[in-house]
């Protein structure tokens, strides 16, 4: 049994082996299948350095009928800006091959493949890079990379596909211009670096600089990629951030032209006036030869390092569509030695097809594929234009520093060759990268694998001669702290149509100081409605989004942008109605005065001494008073006034209703005196009379005396009842005083009417008892309407109310007892004897 079972564990062991064999074996062998991918440019070295470049722009596709092995793709349309980076890249590593401080015996050499601007071709390059075309003895594969970096590609789109290509094997890719910040996520890119900036900095920026030139309502449209939306999507959000609107954003790609048509029917449709165009050259070649078919003018557009410098948008045209343009540019830098190298050393010992002698074993040359090259032998003007050729200079220097660091290089000893290289080790070392470039620039990656984003200002701008030109304007540097990142020259800028001010694209006008903004409904907030701020609210503000109330004693002015001090309303002596109420106050107590001068003249007379002259003159002086303190109520209120106005009223209105109560009390007893054997005289003469009077009077004078001594009347700003405005008077203090006061005049009143009225039928010639109670009911009459409309009537005129029915209070008084007596004085004498005012005259025969 034990022998069964260890027969079994050899037999299993054996099976074992025999499968791990096999599988190796397999994974060894490699097949290539179809024809080998050469690259466009190479050259051999101790490291080798690979590119991916869109040399060319077009690519030609066989015909597919499956009858016979297609033909190879063909490229054509030479992309200058591009094969000037694959001269470059040839540039820097030449340069390094020749230093003696930097790989001092370590020599690059490179593979630079061709896309032709395909994703099919970018595919197949990355695939040669990774695999060579060649294999090494017996197809066996030896498991490692024939390269240590990748520098390309140009669009980020390829570029993502490169590096999800190329990350699991941790290849390092340098990118000169890829700039999608979806490139920074570094568990999905972790191997992928570039020397340019990610388009984070780019769309926050644009959205900065959008709202420096006050543009807060723009249009925006992007390339339908990875690129485009990427960046549109940043700067949406950092625009809303600010407080931007943006009233469209639409997208297309180039190989959707009806798409496109759609885009621009928006655009036409659209009230902004400032468009960001987050496109590629393509893309932005494409929008402008649909806005040149519908002539759509007057749009200030606003562009990424993508286009904003690309010649190929220059054409008789386009200025018309794009002149004024603004937008970031990668910075201009002149590479020292890079324009003389183009012209000749490049051509001598980097062009394959002009070298006189080839190596025999290099692979056969198609020189057919480089003719269309051969004209740009004798042409560098174009080099000093050239912006991205400086990031591919850098990233060449940041392979060739991490591998320095690497091999542990040292400038006399030189570097130690026995080490192997991998890719992931110069991954690692590219994090650590920090040095400095010929021509001043830092070089180094941040967190994310980016550059220091810092952008040149451009301007399409018009010379004398009619050549476009991008005159840069300004700069920005993300760097540095916010207040200081842009520097601009706006006075340099020529704007959209060659004006010289810059346009203006709202949605709606900026509301001024006195008003709010009011959000349209279903539009976006910068779309609003001017709301004039509401009474006692003010906004002091441009585009202030609400009012602030005024506070305290403070009102809006007439604009409503300031606080002011509220107006205090009191019935002044300067105003019509004060004056008004003042003329009739004097007149009647100049009037009262007179009748007074008239009765001391006529004193003697039997009119006067009746009813006891000495009441009259208490009355006459009595009015005067009752005339004069209605001034009191004119004028700002004091402590003193407010004392002095209610009880200067209550006091000598009670001493004139005591005297006309006195003088109906006189008439009533005088009638009784006619009666035989009756002394009631002598029980109501003249003494009492005065008595009488100094009581009444005195009962008030104490009323007043008790209001003042336990809450007197003062001055008060009353704000309760106009919002606008504060009103000046004089609370009463205690209303049970003032109460008291105008009780005490009414019980009295109402007494001298119960009594006169009384007394009115009495037989007399002149019955001064029916003038009493004619003269007491016009009292009543008026202190009755006095009432309501005291309590209705709003500040100031409250009070010319109270004068009021003082003036007229006293002028009844007045009229109705001393008119008809200053009626017989003047004009009928005759009547003014005892014997008449006793009924005694006899009655004339006929």
């Not at 401080?101 to 896309?115: A, K, M, R, T």
């Not at 519908?294 to 904003?308: C, D, H, P, R, S």
């Not at 209105?653 to 005289?681: D, E, R, Y």
């Amino acid at each position: 049994m034990k022998i069964l079972s260890f027969f079994v564990m050899l037999l299993f062991l054996y099976t074992f082996l025999l499968f791990h064999y096999l599988q190796t074996k397999v994974n060894t062998l490699c097949r290539m299948m179809g024809d080998p991918k050469h690259p466009l440019l190479s050259k051999e070295g101790d490291v080798t350095i690979g590119g991916i470049f869109a040399v060319h722009s077009k690519l030609t596709l066989s015909s597919f009928e499956f009858r016979e092995k297609p033909q190879p793709l063909s490229c054509s349309s030479v992309n200058l800006r591009d094969f000037r980076m694959a001269q470059i890249m040839i540039f820097a590593i030449e340069e390094i091959n020749r230093s003696e401080s930097l790989l001092p015996n370590v020599s690059i050499g490179y593979q630079i493949y061709d896309n032709c601007g395909s994703r099919l071709f970018s595919m197949n390059s990355t695939m040669a890079l990774m695999n060579g075309h060649e294999f090494a003895v017996e197809d066996r594969c030896n498991g490692q990379s024939l390269i240590h970096a990748i520098i390309g590609e140009s669009e980020s789109s390829a570029t993502v596909i490169l590096s999800r290509t190329t990350g699991s094997f941790k290849i390092p890719v340098i990118s000169q211009s890829a700039t999608c910040d979806c490139l920074s996520n570094r568990k999905d890119y972790s191997s992928f670096f570039r020397t340019i900036a990610s388009d984070y900095h780019q769309s926050r920026a644009l959205a900065y600089m959008v709202k420096l030139f006050g543009w807060y309502w723009v249009g925006a449209v992007n390339t339908d990629n990875d690129y485009g939306n990427y960046g549109m999507n940043i700067f949406i959000n950092t625009a809303q951030e600010e407080g931007i609107c943006v009233e469209y954003s639409v997208k297309f790609y180039r190989t959707e032209p009806e798409k496109l048509k759609k885009v621009v029917d928006i655009i036409k449709q659209g009230t902004a006036k400032v468009i960001v165009a987050f496109l590629t050259s393509f893309e932005m070649n494409n929008l402008l030869e649909q806005l040149s078919i519908q002539n759509i003018t007057g749009l200030q557009m606003i562009g990424v390092e993508a286009w904003i410098t690309a010649n190929s948008l220059i054409t008789p045209k386009s200025f018309k569509f794009l002149g004024g343009s603004l937008g970031f540019a990668v910075r201009k830098i002149n590479v020292e030695g890079f324009s003389d190298y183009v012209m000749k050393e490049f051509w001598d010992t980097a062009f394959p097809c002009s070298q006189t002698e080839r190596n025999s074993s290099q692979y056969a040359l198609n020189c057919s594929e480089y003719q269309d090259l051969l004209p740009m032998k004798n042409y560098n003007e174009d080099v000093p234009e050239q912006r991205y050729a400086s990031n591919v200079y850098k990233a060449v220097y940041a392979v060739a520093h991490s591998v320095h660091s690497l091999l542990k290089c040292r400038e006399q000893e030189g570097c130690e060759k026995g080490l192997t290289i991998q890719p992931q080790q110069v991954v690692e070392a590219l994090k650590k990268t920090n040095f400095t470039v010929k021509f001043g620039d830092r070089v180094w990656f941040d967190s994310t694998g980016g550059a220091v984003a810092q952008y040149e200002i451009v301007n399409w701008q018009q010379d004398s001669d009619g050549s476009i030109q991008f005159n840069t304007v300004g700069y920005y540097d993300a760097s540095l702290p916010p207040d200081q990142r842009f520097v601009l020259n706006t006075e340099n800028i020529i704007w959209v149509g060659g004006q010289l001010q810059k346009p203006r694209s709202v949605c709606s006008e900026s509301c001024p100081p006195g008003t709010r903004k009011a959000t349209q409904k279903g539009r976006p907030v910068c779309c609003y409605d001017c709301i004039p701020c509401a009474e006692g609210e003010i906004s002091n503000e441009t585009d202030s989004n609400n009012c602030r109330q005024c506070q305290g004693e403070y009102w809006s002015n007439a604009e409503k942008n300031e606080c002011v001090l509220k107006a205090v309303e009191f019935l002044s002596f300067t105003e019509v109605m004060s004056i008004v109420l003042a003329f009739f106050s004097l007149f009647g107590a100049g009037l009262t005065v007179l009748v007074a001068i008239l009765f001391y003249i006529k004193k003697d007379t039997a009119i006067v001494k009746a009813n006891n002259s000495e009441l009259s003159f208490l009355l006459l002086f009595s009015l005067t008073l009752c005339f004069l303190c209605s001034l009191t109520f004119i004028g700002r209120p004091t402590e003193l006034s407010c004392m002095l106005r209610h009880t200067a009223f209550g006091i000598t209105f009670v001493l004139c209703i005591s005297c006309v109560l006195g003088k109906t009390i006189v008439v009533l007893m005088a009638f009784k005196a006619t009666l035989p054997g009756s002394n009631v005289m002598k029980l109501f003469g003249p003494a009492q009379q005065r008595l009488s009077v100094f009581a009444f009077t005195l009962i008030q004078v104490l009323i007043c005396v008790l209001w003042l001594t336990i809450s007197p009347p003062f001055p008060h700003r009353n704000t309760k009842y106009y919002q606008e405005k504060i009103i000046l008077e004089c609370h009463l203090g205690s209303i049970i005083g003032f109460s008291a006061v105008l009780g005490y005049i009414g019980l009295l009143a109402v007494l001298c009417f119960v009594l006169a009225f009384l007394a009115r039928t009495l037989p007399d010639n002149f019955n001064e008892a029916k003038f009493i109670t004619f003269s007491i009911l016009i009292f009543c009459a008026v202190w009755i309407t006095f009432i309501p409309a005291y309590v209705s009537s709003p500040g100031k005129f409250t009070v010319a109310v109270e004068i009021f029915a003082i003036v007229a209070s006293s002028f009844g008084l007045l009229l109705c007892i001393f008119a008809p007596k200053c009626l017989i004085i003047l004009f009928k004498p005759e009547q003014n004897t005892k014997q008449h005012m006793m009924g005694k005259v006899p009655t004339k025969s006929i």
